[in-house]
């Protein structure tokens, strides 16, 4: 080799060397599942992606009870909420006669999940109602006052597969917890079948977890 294919191949080594000390400076991945992006003068942190779910603690999970809107929902509820919340079924026309009442006791909040999903457009002779299709009408009792969860699909999964798992109040501060679980992945949580016929195994790591908090009947995701 002579001497100048021996300066340009030392000359390529340093380039090499250099840029990989600034994509070290760029990019350092921290150990609490977040990567830190540092610029010139801006610091952004991105959260990864989880696809693990997690469990609300067993101690502060709402009980569930199932009711009769027509016969057991005025004692629960009071007869003015109870009314108001038929109301809203009735302009959804919503024909389910019962409403799952998640309530703990010493905690005046409660939760309350329908039978039924809100209307978008309403059927005709020749067209079918459209309805939402992930999460059914859900009401919080906060304050004495029923508050209708309209913004629920913001907290949307994949494939529309959201589904509440558990209800708390972790602080006991008026405010109320919604675990919902659904899938994360590219694909419906289920991996390709090995032979014609056979049943495919789910991916187990398809699922997670987003917690909601419900505060003066406003959605935001929980911080704890």
């Not at 309403?122 to 969860?149: C, N, W």
């Not at 699909?153 to 602080?171: H, K, P, R």
Request: glycine share 6%; net charge negative.
């Amino acid at each position: 080799m002579n001497k100048a294919a021996s300066l340009k191949l030392l000359l390529i080594i340093v380039i090499l060397a250099a840029a990989s000390v600034v994509v070290h400076v760029l990019r350092a991945e921290r150990t609490d599942g977040t990567v830190t992006t540092v610029g010139s003068s801006v610091t952004e942190t991105v959260p990864e992606e989880t696809t693990e779910t997690r469990a609300a603690p067993a101690g502060d999970v709402f009980d569930e009870h199932r009711l009769s809107i027509s016969n057991e929902l005025d004692k629960a509820v009071g007869q003015s909420l109870a009314q108001n919340l038929r109301n809203i079924l009735r302009k959804n026309n919503c024909t389910n006669e019962h409403v799952q009442l998640h309530s703990k006791s010493g905690i005046p909040e409660k939760l309350l999940v329908t039978e039924c999903f809100r209307l978008i457009t309403a059927g005709s002779k020749d067209t079918e109602a459209v309805r939402e299709v992930e999460y059914p009408i859900m009401f919080a009792l906060m304050g004495g006052q029923l508050h209708e969860l309209v913004r629920l699909n913001d907290y949307a999964f994949m494939y529309e597969s959201g589904t509440l798992m558990a209800v708390t109040s972790l602080n006991q501060d008026g405010n109320l917890q919604l675990w919902l679980d659904g899938y994360v992945c590219e694909n419906d949580g289920e991996s390709e079948a090995v032979l014609p016929g056979s049943k495919p195994e789910p991916v187990s790591d398809c699922r997670g977890t987003r917690v909601v908090e419900i505060i003066n009947g406003e959605l935001r995701e929980y911080q704890p």
